[in-house]
Nanobody, 120 residues
Framework: VQLQASGGGLVQAGGSLRLSCAAS????????LGWFRQAPGMEREFVAE????????DYADSVKGRFTISRDNAKNTVYLQMNSLKPEDTAVYYC??????????????WGQGTQVTVSS
C-alpha cells in the first residue's frame, strides 16, 4: 500500500489549496481515508476523514465549514479542499488509510507529508 500526498504550497491568508492523496496497492480493503496535520512543535492532529464506500465524513471542529474532504474511487484518490485558510492552518499535512473507522481516529497506513504554509 502506498499513499502519495501532493498539492501543498504557500498561500496567503484567506486563500485556498487542494491537497490530493493517490492510493495504490490493496486499496479495495480500505474503508476509511483521512487527513491529519502536524505543526512545528505540536502533536499530529486529526483534520478530516471520509469512508471509502459510503462517503460519510467527519471533520475537526477547527476546519468545519472551511475544509471539504472527498474521494474519487475511480482514481483511487482522496482530496482535501481547503478554503479560507488561516495562518494557524500552517502544518505538514498527511493522508492516511485504514480498514475500519475508529472513534480514536487510529490509522495504520500513512503517506508522506506535504507542507502547507499560510502567510498573514
Amino acid at each position: 500500500v502506498q499513499l502519495q500526498a501532493s498539492g501543498g504550497g504557500l498561500v496567503q491568508a484567506g486563500g485556498s489549496l487542494r491537497l490530493s492523496c493517490a492510493a495504490s496497492g490493496r486499496i479495495f480493503s480500505f474503508n476509511v481515508l483521512g487527513w491529519f496535520r502536524q505543526a512545528p512543535g505540536m502533536e499530529r492532529e486529526f483534520v478530516a476523514e471520509v469512508s471509502w464506500s459510503g462517503g460519510s465524513t467527519d471533520y475537526a471542529d477547527s476546519v468545519k465549514g472551511r475544509f471539504t474532504i472527498s474521494r474519487d474511487n475511480a482514481k483511487n484518490t482522496v482530496y482535501l479542499q481547503m478554503n479560507s485558510l488561516k495562518p494557524e492552518d500552517t502544518a505538514v499535512y498527511y493522508c492516511a488509510a485504514d480498514y475500519s473507522r475508529t472513534v480514536e481516529k487510529k490509522y495504520r497506513f500513512w503517506g508522506q507529508g506535504t507542507q502547507v504554509t499560510v502567510s498573514s
